[in-house]
Nanobody
Framework: QVQVVESGGGSVQPGGSLRLSCAAS????????IGWFRQSPGKERAGVSA????????YYGDSVKGRFTISRDNFKNTVYLQMNNLSPEDTAIYYC????????????????????WGQGTQVTVSS
């Protein structure tokens, strides 16, 4: 059974950093693209970053380019999202997810193309 579980959220001050983890089970990372999305109250779920199933391609939304870095550890079957220089606008629940199909990667990432979702982890940036 394909499952993903997020962790690593928390509260930080503006300019701070957090690293989110997305632990995968029921599949290996070379089978599915992993996408990160975020949603704040009253807003639609938005694509933040993704790493292709091959690991060769990475996607970043315009609002996070240069601040966020996605990576993966195949041995731990885990994808990471390193978030630096955080601002209050980054406050949201962050979700990782996989598309319905294996070996599927397209950008920009859209939440309606992703099927297996984690429960989310809260990130709050506030002074």
């Amino acid at each position: 059974q394909v499952q993903v579980v997020e962790s690593g959220g928390g509260s930080v001050q503006p300019g701070g950093s957090l690293r989110l983890s997305c632990a995968a089970s029921g599949f290996t990372l070379d089978e599915y693209t992993i996408g990160w999305f975020r949603q704040s109250p009253g807003k639609e779920r938005a694509g933040v970053s993704a790493i292709s199933y091959s690991g060769r391609y990475k996607y970043y939304g315009d609002s996070v380019k240069g601040r966020f870095t996605i990576s993966r550890d195949n041995f731990k079957n885990t994808v990471y999202l390193q978030m630096n220089n955080l601002s209050p606008e980054d406050t949201a629940i962050y979700y990782c997810a996989t598309p319905r199909q294996r070996h599927y990667y397209t950008t920009p990432i859209r939440h309606d193309e992703y099927f297996h979702w984690g429960q989310g982890t809260q990130v709050t940036v506030s002074s």
